[in-house]
RNA sequence: GCCACUUUAGCUCAGCUGGUAGAGCAACUGAUUUGUAAUCAGUAGGUCGUUGGUUCGAUUCCGACAAGUGGCUCCA
């Protein structure tokens, strides 16, 4: 007999070698239907496995996160089973479960698959479903499992098998397909009630550009109808919200075929909201000391022979144009200018710390399937600012660049994001990272002691560092699920060096300035599409292109509406009239559908009473108010740049 | 850059198997003077992404290019 010990702690005994499944069926039917998996002692098995020895165990299910990966896993094997029953000889490399569903990379030997087949696919699926087959574990010599794809003639299993010791290579059947798999899977392929094969998409074998390009599918499976249909009207729901269907409604930004790619117009619109980000940031970075410059977007090759961009991303910045003999770029970052007007006067410990900011306009040559709406353009304008200082007053500095990050999140009610500390890898030391081991420990250490002492949850993520120092990413998910990195704070102790800048110490030595790069604004591009996204474009007033719209019940009040419109203004309010010869609830429509804050809707009573009756976007009537109630309000809200969506 | 798909009026989309295009909304004009999410009528608007080819004839078939979309790679 066995003990096997219960999350809430009871311990019952069984016989040496029951399985989960047969463990879940003593305690209920029902409940032995939705066990997906097992974790036996914190490892997740499949629920048919033998349990040998006195162990800790979990039943999971699809409310657990490993039983819906489980569950998304085997339904990779499900749709592998059917793909080489469609396409025989198709050859598999790897199909994990993934965040939302799964996929599996697929080599199909030079044939295509079509939007049609991904509905044959599904179609068979469902039919292997019906037979409800067991996923079967099964342990094999490694010797055997390499005869076994050798006559197969399977290169991408002989490479993973390869990898692996003798003793931890197992098989998995279900049906008639028998792939090489870790595990663990559900017991059958019945509960696999619902199938959507999303999409297909090319893929590089072992995520590299120089091999061969797979066929990836991508699916997603639940264990109802009910929960696909409700994964779908989501996906639905969040496409409303995409920036860039938002931004063509809302007259934010525009792109055109004769400007060229990655390279938005922003719009009257769109501009008011990068003049209120702006406005933000001087005030802000004014009250923090920065001093704000204004450098050209294009410079000689040298700046970046010195700073070293050009022999390392050349391919990412545009090329240059040629001038008397000259070669000139068009800048892909502001720090080599900013490093300049450091070092156009001498400076002493006394300038220190020396903060330079600049909303930067860079151009990155990005690479054309990357582009993405917003989010990843070629010109770009960037919150950026260098921070000169000494080592004694870089925590300081750092911890100040944080605080200034929380403070921006807040105004924005940005919550759903995850910090980022990259750090160097030491084995890289002199290759990727400039090798100066305690400078990065130092700095590192000094990161970290500023994100524990802020109280800020981060993931470290060693080998992700900039060259010249440890940096902190802001990373945040577009509504389609694409990660960005909305903004980045950097160690920078390479560069100063790299440009001579110096210093005189308190000592009268000269001394080398430690750098921070900082936009925690990321850019204007990147920013406004996650804003937009973020408020599913319901900007707060303060950021509203329009913060009012003034609707009169007909024209016979448009004198009232303009005597309105001028008081708005006067309180530097965004206002306009629908002058329009519409019904009111016409008028009331689009201003909804444009999402304005605030409707002023003006009829005879309201000219007869000196009053607004005041609509809220979004929330409806609010009655009737004072003119002066309602502008004083009003500015409250917009200089506080509240974000109270009331 | 790579794989796949898409590209018809300002927007959203129709347009069996090739015979030079249609709706709704928006725009404009007129009527209506309206009370909290669409008043009615009329008018105008398209070299069917660009460019080669096949064909008597191409929006429709094939190729190239461009832009976009979903991924992959990349992201200083």
């Not at 047969?22 to 098995?45: D, P, Y």
């Not at 599918?217 to 269907?245: C, N, W």
């Not at 390392?312 to 090329?319: A, E, R, W």
């Not at 309180?571 to 002023?600: H, S």
């Amino acid at each position: 007999m066995i003990r096997i010990t219960f999350p809430d702690g009871a311990v019952r005994e069984y016989q040496k070698g029951i399985t989960a499944l047969e463990i879940a069926k003593s305690i209920s039917e029902g409940l032995a239907r939705k066990v997906l998996a097992a974790s036996v002692n914190g490892q997740v098995w499949d629920a048919t496995r033998p349990i040998e020895d006195d162990s800790a165990l979990k039943l999971l299910t699809w409310d657990d996160a490993d039983g819906k990966s489980t569950f998304w896993h085997s339904s990779a094997h499900l749709m592998a089973e059917a793909v080489e029953s469609l396409f025989p000889g198709a050859k598999f490399w790897v199909g994990p479960a993934i965040d939302k569903g799964f996929y599996y990379d697929i080599d199909l030997g030079g044939r295509q698959i079509t939007e049609e087949d991904l509905a044959k696919l599904e179609k068979k699926m469902n039919e292997l479903v019906k037979q409800n087959s067991s996923y079967v574990r099964k342990s094999i010599p490694k010797a055997e499992a390499l005869a076994y794809f050798t006559e197969k003639g399977d290169e991408y299993k002989l490479d993973l098998i390869g990898g692996l010791n003798d003793g931890e290579i197992t098989f998995y059947t279900q049906g008639a397909f028998t792939d090489l798999c870790r595990g663990p899977h559900i017991p059958s392929t019945g509960p696999i009630k619902a199938i959507k094969l999303t999409n297909i998409a090319g893929a590089y074998w072992k995520n590299d550009s120089n091999n061969k390009m797979l066929t990836r599918i991508y699916g997603v499976t639940f264990p109802s109808q009910k929960e696909l249909d409700e994964y779908l009207a989501m996906l639905e729901e969040a496409k409303k919200r995409d920036h860039r269907k938002l931004g063509k409604e809302l007259g934010i930004f525009t792109m055109d075929d004769d400007i060229g790619p990655g390279l938005p117009l922003w719009m009257p619109n769109g501009t008011i909201i990068i003049e209120e980000l702006e406005k933000l940031a001087k005030e802000t970075e004014q009250a923090a000391g920065y001093k704000r410059v204004v450098t050209p977007h294009i410079a000689k090759e040298n700046l970046y022979l010195t700073s070293g961009h050009l022999p390392y991303y050349q391919d990412g910045m545009f090329p240059p144009m040629e001038l008397d003999g000259t070669k000139y770029y068009l800048k892909a970052m502001n720090c080599p200018h900013h490093h300049k007007i450091f070092s156009a006067e001498p400076r002493s410990y006394k300038d220190m710390p020396l903060r330079l900011a600049e909303y930067g306009t860079c151009y990155r040559y990005e690479q054309s399937g990357e582009l993405f709406g917003l989010m990843r353009v070629r010109c770009l304008h960037m919150n950026d600012a260098h921070i000169y200082c000494s080592r004694e007053q870089f925590a300081a500095e750092f911890r100040a660049v944080n605080d200034m990050y929380i403070k921006y999140f807040k105004i924005f009610g940005i919550e759903k994001y995850v910090m980022r500390l990259s750090l160097h890898d030491p084995a890289k030391l002199g290759q990727k990272y400039i090798n100066e081991p305690e400078l990065w420990l130092e700095t590192e250490d000094m990161v970290r002691k500023v994100l524990i002492e802020s109280n800020i949850p981060y993931v470290e993520v060693p080998g992700e560092g900039a060259f010249y120092g440890p940096k902190i990413d802001v990373q945040i998910w577009s509504t389609i699920g694409r990660e960005f990195t909305l903004a980045t704070n950097q160690v920078d102790f390479a560069q100063g060096r790299r440009f001579k800048l110096e210093y005189t110490g308190a000592d009268n030595a000269p001394a080398t300035p430690l750098i921070i790069h900082r936009a925690p604004l990321g850019t204007h591009e990147r920013f406004i599409g996650f804003l937009l996204e973020h408020y599913a474009g319901k900007f707060p007033t303060w950021l509203a292109p329009l913060q009012v719209k003034i609707l009169p019940i007909s024209d016979k009040f448009m004198d009232y509406a303009n005597t309105l419109l001028q008081s708005l203004k006067n309180a530097d309010i965004r206002a306009e009239v629908d002058d329009r010869n519409e019904k009111i609830g016409k008028k009331i429509r689009d201003t909804e559908l444009m999402k304005v804050p605030y409707m002023f809707v003006v009829g005879e009573k309201e000219v007869n009473e000196n009053k607004v009756a005041v609509r809220r976007q979004g929330k409806g009537d609010l009655g009737s108010m004072d003119i002066d109630t309602i502008i004083n309000q009003l500015k409250h809200e917009i200089a506080t740049r509240s974000s109270d969506q009331e």
